[in-house]
T-cell receptor
Framework: DQQVKQNSPSLSVQEGRISILNCDYT??????FLWYKKYPAEGPTFLIS?????DKNEDGRFTVFLNKSAKHLSLHIVPSQPGDSAVYFC????????????????FGKGTLLTVNP | DSGVTQTPKHLITATGQRVTLRCSPR?????VYWYQQSLDQGLQFLIQ???????AKGNILERFSAQQFPDLHSELNLSSLELGDSALYFC???????????FGSGTRLTVV
């Protein structure tokens, strides 16, 4: 049972335009969400996160939106740059019940973003 | 440098062999997680250790095992290797103070 779903395996956008990456989750206990970015041959790196008490978090060109009722979150990148081309993973945790030794992230399968010059 | 160190970076071995992947977590992190990323697959959770004890198991094959040592470094042992075991293996660590994981750069295993 896949609790975090990224239904678009790939996305291609033009440089300067907006990139929107989507993520859906099924576990209503999830209360903290993260996006990771992964370049080829490197480990995933943390990009941005959002707590379930918020519906938006912004960091420079990156904004994450959370719609709890729809169990949906999205990552907006504006403007998109060629260096943003990477695989983006959505992840979720049940922080209230899994702090400390039980802390666990559940990842989606990732979306390959290609930003064309 | 993320602070999580994985060795070796690359490993090529034959089917049927056994290999050991090593991970040193970020200083102060007690939890270590192992993930497998195969071609066209996302991050598949294998196993988690916390302060030397196994905490959670994911889709880890019986041919695979792991442990975390008193100095908190961890090893993932893969035995009776098959061609399908070729993948990137990532280690990550976490602490109570920082939400999220910090990943190492991975070990690319190629089974020939």
């Amino acid at each position: 049972d896949q609790q975090v779903k990224q239904n678009s395996p790939s996305l291609s956008v033009q440089e300067g335009r907006i990139s929107i990456l989507n993520c859906d989750y099924t576990n209503s206990m999830f209360d903290y969400f993260l996006w990771y970015k992964k370049y080829p041959a490197e480990g995933p790196t943390f990009l941005i996160s959002i707590s379930s008490i918020k519906d938006k978090n912004e960091d420079g060109r990156f904004t994450v939106f959370l719609n709890k009722s729809a169990k949906h979150l999205s990552l907006h990148i504006v403007p998109s740059q060629p260096g943003d081309s990477a695989v983006y993973f959505c992840a979720a945790s049940d922080e209230q019940n899994s702090g400390g030794s039980n802390y666990k992230l559940t990842f989606g399968k990732g979306t390959l973003l290609t930003v064309n010059p | 440098d993320s602070g999580v160190t994985q060795t070796p970076k690359h490993l090529i071995t034959a089917t049927g062999q056994r290999v050991t992947l090593r991970c040193s977590p970020r200083s102060g992190d007690l939890s270590v997680y192992w993930y497998q990323q195969s071609l066209d697959q996302g991050l598949q959770f294998l196993i988690q250790y916390y302060n030397g004890e196994e905490r959670a198991k994911g889709n880890i094959l019986e041919r695979f095992s792991a442990q975390q040592f008193p100095d908190l470094h961890s090893e993932l042992n893969l035995s009776s290797l098959e061609l399908g075991d070729s993948a990137l293996y990532f280690c990550a660590s976490s602490s109570r103070q920082v939400q999220g994981y910090t990943f190492g750069s991975g070990t690319r295993l190629t089974v020939v």
